[in-house]
């Protein structure tokens, strides 16, 4: 698949066939993953792959009750995801067959950076490969708790940043257009 196809065509999947990924599939997305850059070369990325269903709808109650506990206010559009979050029945996992969570293994300035560009090289492989994607960037406050990181054995040094879920898409929603970009041509 041509890059610019990939850039364009991948959007947030949040529906998914009960299909399961062959590790042979996600080690090679992962492969992507690494090739994005990072500051001074630190590589600091590491990856969980979770596909355990049980253990995501635990980790999707326990990221839930979490959530509500620490009651964050966002901007007036997280109003509508904040009630889906008290729903009972929602899963913030979307039933993904497979959830890949980077984390950083060392401390540092641009972890963070380093960690999200691997995600993006890793959705993007994704789409390439015929598979579906989103950031579940709302697991990730409880993903760095102790329970957290237990529940996915993770080790206690490390640093969760990019929660990744992938599968096979049951549906695409229509692609959310784009704000026109702030440019300043300065010079
Ligand atoms: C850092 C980050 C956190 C996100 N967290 C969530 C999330 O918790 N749940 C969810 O359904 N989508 C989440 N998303 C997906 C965004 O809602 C989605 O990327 C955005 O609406 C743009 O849509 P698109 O990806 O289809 O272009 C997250 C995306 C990013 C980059």
Redesign the pocket.
Known sequence: MELMEAIRG???V?EYTAASIDEQTIRSLIGDAVQAPSAIDEQPWAFTVVRDQALLDRVSSDARTHIAASAVTGSPKGGH?RSMLEDVNFQ?F?HAPVLVLISAMTDGDWIVEDC?LAAENLMLAAYAEGLGS??????RSYLNTPDGKAALRIPEAWTPV?PIILGHPKST?A??PRKTPEIRWVG
């Open positions: 991948r959007c947030a949040r995801f913030i979307y999200s989103c950031w579940i960037g709302c697991s990019a929603a692609p959310i």
